[in-house]
């Protein structure tokens, strides 16, 4: 009897395991040999730079539609997370898609304030963070304070301002050196937001322009977002400088200043960094843009050539070389990296990519050389956070705006055309 009532306890008890187990592989409950890769992708989807965000966001899913969103037999989950262009409210929603989206790993951003704040929360929640665009050298110092713990912010898209910085001087100096430009003092000065970038790039920039022996009169800083500027304006025509120089990420900041300059009759030679970062950048600015010096590519390949009329078919507007262009290519190299990451570890996971990311992509390892922007994108223990700077790898030539179209005038082995003074600076 004793026996034969054990022997039914037991059975009772396997038929119970079985009907858990069964349970939990049914309902809302996910199986356990389920293969999906969630990845978060930091943008700003509202607020003032929402237009950044749908150009991520498109070049994003055109880079995926490559390989029908699949990573070997990973099916892959987009989050989008957004920062609305604010540091708290992107480290709230990235906190959100860490624990509550359990996301896998994070491509892109695109402020550098943003940059500094999200860093921790990768870090936090050990979240490998590929490509983010902010350039500031803020997020370098916080990476050589504390290497180990913010190693998983995994390769800046955008080097420190002071490594691209210089290339305006040169292409000043060249112009006058060939006799195209007399300007009448060599006084400077700076504007910007009052953000990370906008004060990392200012600093880098009056730096190149003092060691040259330009004269810095000032800066003006404004808060992100502003569109009423008549005051900076004014200070800016009190120093009476023969160039200004600045950069913000906000297209409809930017396009309001350089419309304020114009109505001013600003005599200046303007330096608007990052005015071809948005496609409708010539929307923004119209003609206040003719003679405006920035750096950027240009669509130069028949590669790069066919994605910006593919994107424009698709999403209904022109995308810009940055925030569109090398979306796609960040993006591109992400799925290069994760299958990378697949074939040596067997499974993607956030363990997985940032231990590939460690042992590949920072020892120059992995590099991307399909990209449509830039002919190599490449990091090495000598660089990292950011990427290698040079003429084959991560470079921007100097181009001067005029009818809304960008020409290259500097280094001299890509020029297009030679520097033009502006027709509104009187003799």
Not at 24 to 35: H, L
Request: glycine residues 8%; negative net charge; hydrophobic residues 35%.
């Amino acid at each position: 009897m004793i026996n034969n009532a054990k022997t039914l306890l037991l059975s009772i008890f396997i038929a119970s395991a079985l009907i858990v187990l069964t349970a939990g592989c049914d309902g809302n409950d996910e199986p356990a040999d389920d293969k999906t890769l969630k990845l978060g992708v930091l943008g700003p989807y509202s607020g003032d730079s929402a237009d950044v965000g749908k150009e991520f966001k498109g070049a994003v899913e055109m880079a995926f539609e490559q390989v029908d969103h699949k990573i070997g037999d990973y099916e892959v989950e987009f989050i989008w997370i957004d920062s609305q262009s604010d540091p708290k409210e992107a480290t709230l929603a990235y906190e959100k898609a860490a624990n509550e989206d359990n996301i896998d790993a994070c491509i892109l951003n695109w402020h550098s304030s943003v940059a500094v704040a999200v860093m921790d929360a990768a870090a936090r929640n050990q979240i490998p963070h590929f490509f983010g665009f902010g350039g500031t050298e803020v997020v370098n110092e916080k990476y050589e304070h504390d290497p180990e713990y913010y190693s998983y912010w995994m390769g800046k898209t955008w080097p420190a301002p002071k490594k691209l910085a210089g290339a305006y001087i040169e292409a000043i100096e060249k112009a006058i050196e060939d006799g195209l430009w007399y300007p009448r003092n060599n006084r400077v000065a700076i504007y910007g937001e009052d953000t990370d970038w906008g004060k990392s790039f200012g600093s880098a920039v009056a730096s190149e322009f003092e060691e040259t022996g330009w004269e810095v009169t000032g800066k003006e800083l404004f808060p992100t977002g502003a569109t009423e500027l008549s005051t900076v304006i004014d200070r800016l025509q009190e120093m009476d400088p023969a160039i200004i120089a600045g950069s913000m990420a906000t297209a409809p900041s930017l396009g309001a200043f350089l419309n304020k300059t114009r109505e001013a009759n600003l005599q200046s030679v303007v330096i608007a960094d990052g005015l071809g970062w948005i496609g409708q950048w010539h929307e923004q600015a119209g003609p206040a843009s003719d003679y405006v010096l920035d750096q950027g590519q240009v669509w130069a390949t028949p590669e790069a050539i066919e994605f910006k009329k593919e994107f424009k078919e698709i999403h209904g507007f022109t995308p810009s070389t940055s925030s569109g262009g090398m979306a796609y290519d960040l993006a591109s190299f992400f799925i290069q990296l994760a299958e990378g990451t697949l074939e040596k570890h067997g499974v993607l996971d956030r363990d997985s990519l940032y231990r590939y990311g460690q042992d590949k992509l920072w020892t120059g390892k992995i590099t991307y050389t399909e990209g449509i922007i830039m002919e190599e994108y490449k990091y090495t223990p000598e660089t990292v956070p950011d990427p290698k700077v040079g003429e084959d790898y991560f470079t921007f030539p100097v181009v001067q705006y005029y009818e809304g179209e960008e020409k290259i005038i500097w280094p001299e082995a890509w020029k297009e055309t030679k520097f033009t003074p502006p027709d509104y600076l009187e003799d």
